[in-house]
């Protein structure tokens, strides 16, 4: 048991934290973040709890306060690589705004990013977290620079879309795999390799091998025994309508002679097929061929990247609100997974508890129906055409 406490007391010493911002130190966040001006419609990042939060709590986080806006903001510190150790970047989000449009991310930048020039197109090392638009998208965004060129995740990551706080942590391996954490638990792991497409695949087809000619890949033909019956083309597609009279008024002077209408023929049997049957020279689908791809080259620090310096907010919202908190970068991913469960666990309840006191001060502000009310007769709605009423559903 000493040995164990020792061992773990040891891991402890030997854990580094690179960088890590809670804005607990009232307005001093300002000399340490950086507002790009590339633009000069950025959006102003501000401090705020939001609009719902625990009751008592103190913890600020950086708030995008204005609607349709891009916003571009971003902390320094020392340089850093991850060779040979764990790399864990972690931070909290929460969308009070109940977010319609817009991104939730962080991204993280080499050593030599001007903060004031910082734009959409800024080269990057990582980009981590949750991106929200409508309905179809509600996914957690990995993406990987690898050879000058940005690479997405392969794998579907979905995203938390609640108006509460939830703790996004990934966690990049010196073996070359990753894992993915939301509020402490795994949502997806794997291999660098294979959820990337940043190497050249290790297997290619064949481009010698070519599907034999005499390859049979029908599994079913005609029964060469079956014979179209003497009689199948005796009846047409369309016969005079047997129920169909004449017109009372209808006059063969004025109208010409008249003709009952056609209808389909219920005993026409349409076109012959013969029936078909196993055909036993199949050889099933034919498969090409891989061999070594001869472009493939191992790369055992995909997971590495050096001079890792700086982390940004770089996104666009439709609907602002969010408040991003609780920055963490370092190489200790048992302590950051107990901090997310930590903040989940002090914020989660009790921002669901402020929320339902919202939503009844609320209701109860809104003024009663009054059962005196004329009624809404439907003649008033007579000329109301559907057409010509444009209603847009809020994404």
């Given at each position: 048991?000493k040995?164990?406490?020792?061992?773990?007391?040891?891991?402890?010493?030997?854990?580094?934290?690179?960088?890590?911002?809670?804005?607990?130190?009232g307005?001093?966040?300002?000399?340490?973040?950086?507002q790009?001006?590339?633009?000069?419609?950025?959006?102003?990042?501000?401090?705020?709890?939001?609009?719902?939060?625990?009751?008592?709590?103190?913890?600020?986080?950086?708030?995008?306060?204005?609607?349709?806006?891009f916003?571009?903001?971003s902390?320094?510190?020392?340089p850093?690589?991850?060779e040979?150790?764990?790399?864990?970047?972690?931070?909290s989000?929460?969308?009070?705004?109940?977010?319609?449009?817009?991104?939730?991310?962080?991204?993280?930048?080499?050593?030599?990013?001007?903060?004031?020039?910082?734009?959409?197109?800024?080269?990057?090392?990582?980009?981590?977290?949750?991106?929200?638009?409508?309905?179809?998208?509600?996914?957690?965004?990995?993406?990987?620079?690898?050879?000058?060129?940005?690479?997405?995740?392969?794998?579907?990551?979905?995203?938390?879309?609640?108006?509460?706080?939830?703790?996004?942590?990934?966690?990049?391996?010196?073996?070359?795999?990753?894992?993915?954490?939301?509020?402490?638990?795994?949502?997806?792991?794997?291999?660098?390799?294979e959820?990337?497409?940043?190497?050249?695949?290790?297997k290619?087809?064949?481009?010698?091998?070519k599907?034999?000619?005499?390859?049979?890949?029908?599994?079913?033909?005609?029964?060469?025994?079956?014979?179209?019956?003497?009689?199948?083309?005796?009846?047409p597609e369309?016969?005079?309508?047997?129920?169909?009279?004449?017109?009372?008024?209808?006059?063969?002077?004025?109208?010409g002679?008249?003709?009952?209408?056609?209808?389909?023929?219920?005993?026409?049997?349409?076109?012959?097929?013969?029936?078909?049957?196993?055909?036993?020279?199949?050889?099933?689908?034919?498969?090409?061929?891989?061999?070594d791809?001869?472009?493939?080259?191992e790369?055992?620090?995909?997971?590495?990247?050096?001079?890792?310096?700086?982390i940004?907010?770089?996104?666009?919202?439709v609907?602002?609100?969010?408040v991003?908190?609780?920055?963490?970068?370092?190489?200790?991913?048992?302590?950051?997974?107990?901090?997310?469960?930590?903040?989940?666990?002090?914020?989660?309840?009790?921002?669901?508890?402020?929320?339902e006191?919202l939503d009844?001060?609320?209701?109860?502000?809104?003024?009663?129906?009054?059962?005196?009310?004329?009624?809404?007769?439907?003649?008033?709605f007579e000329?109301?055409?559907?057409?010509?009423?444009?209603?847009?559903?809020?994404?």
């Amino acid at each position: 048991m000493k040995l164990l406490q020792v061992s773990f007391l040891a891991s402890l010493a030997c854990a580094k934290e690179f960088f890590r911002e809670n804005f607990s130190d009232g307005d001093k966040w300002t000399s340490r973040w950086v507002q790009s001006k590339h633009k000069s419609d950025y959006g102003a990042l501000d401090l705020s709890a939001g609009t719902i939060y625990a009751e008592g709590d103190e913890a600020l986080g950086l708030r995008t306060p204005n609607d349709a806006k891009f916003y571009a903001m971003s902390s320094r510190f020392e340089p850093f690589n991850n060779e040979g150790q764990d790399l864990v970047i972690q931070y909290s989000v929460k969308h009070d705004q109940k977010i319609d449009c817009g991104g939730g991310y962080v991204k993280i930048f080499p050593k030599d990013l001007e903060q004031e020039e910082m734009h959409g197109e800024s080269d990057y090392h990582i980009m981590f977290g949750p991106d929200i638009c409508g309905y179809s998208t509600k996914k957690v965004h990995v993406i990987f620079n690898y050879e000058g060129k940005n690479h997405l995740i392969k794998e579907d990551i979905k995203c938390k879309d609640d108006e509460y706080t939830h703790v996004y942590t990934l966690h990049v391996k010196p073996d070359n795999t990753y894992e993915v954490f939301i509020d402490g638990a795994s949502a997806k792991a794997g291999s660098l390799e294979e959820h990337w497409d940043m190497l050249k695949p290790k297997k290619i087809k064949d481009p010698e091998a070519k599907k034999p000619e005499d390859w049979v890949d029908d599994a079913k033909i005609d029964d060469p025994e079956d014979t179209k019956p003497s009689d199948w083309d005796d009846e047409p597609e369309y016969v005079a309508d047997p129920d169909a009279e004449k017109p009372e008024d209808w006059d063969d002077e004025m109208d010409g002679e008249w003709e009952a209408p056609m209808i389909n023929n219920p005993e026409f049997k349409g076109e012959w097929s013969a029936k078909q049957i196993d055909n036993p020279d199949y050889k099933g689908p034919w498969v090409h061929p891989e061999i070594d791809n001869p472009e493939y080259k191992e790369d055992k620090s995909l997971y590495s990247f050096k001079d890792i310096s700086v982390i940004g907010l770089d996104l666009w919202q439709v609907k602002a609100g969010s408040v991003f908190d609780n920055f963490v970068i370092s190489d200790d991913i048992q302590a950051a997974l107990k901090e997310a469960k930590q903040i989940v666990e002090d914020r989660v309840e009790a921002e669901k508890k402020m929320k339902e006191e919202l939503d009844a001060a609320k209701k109860a502000e809104e003024p009663e129906e009054d059962d005196d009310e004329e009624d809404v007769d439907d003649e008033d709605f007579e000329d109301f055409d559907e057409d010509e009423f444009d209603g847009h559903d809020e994404l």
